[in-house]
């Protein structure tokens, strides 16, 4: 099972991915987790991200699809993986798709979790007070500009990606306005589906 997550930052993507982990086994992909395991690593794409980022660059595409190439032939990936918050733009979309073709391989399915956007700040707002009411640590992109910033960026860049997929008959959008376990419930299915 091979799926991506859209949607924006605060819909959810992270506890929805956590919870498909779970079930079936198959490891959530952090672009920015597998940047650092592969300089840490020292492989030779790791090597290149590493001398651009110690530039204080930002890392290509081309080198994240690298990285996310190598990542997927690892054992733990040969039944599936999600990809959260990747691909952020049409060019990285166009660059899996092609990436995955050449390994033989195709995505399942493209989830999107559809919010009101106008309703995203006051679920950050109330997820930092949770998070302080519990003596936990409050995310830095859980302050209100902080996320407004993202969002934007969201908006501008990324937003575009759902609609390549809906083209390529591969996205299934998803209420993620409902409560969590709704959201799952309505995730399964179209997994199953």
Sequence with gaps: MRLI????PGAGKGTQATRIVVKHDIPQLSTGDMLRAAVAAGTPVGLK???VMDAGGLVSDE???G???DRIEESDAKKGFILDGFPRTLAQAEALDAMLAGKGLQL???LELKVDQSKLVDRIVRRA???RAAGLPVRKDDDPEV???RLEAYNRDTAIVAPYYEKRGQLTPIDGMQPIDDVSSAIEQALAG
């Design 5 to 8: 997550f859209l949607g924006p």
């Design 49 to 51: 991200a590493k001398s």
């Design 63 to 65: 080198i994240v699809i």
């Design 67 to 69: 990285i996310v190439a």
């Design 108 to 110: 399942d399915k493209v």
């Design 129 to 131: 007070e949770e998070a």
């Design 147 to 149: 996320f407004k910033t």
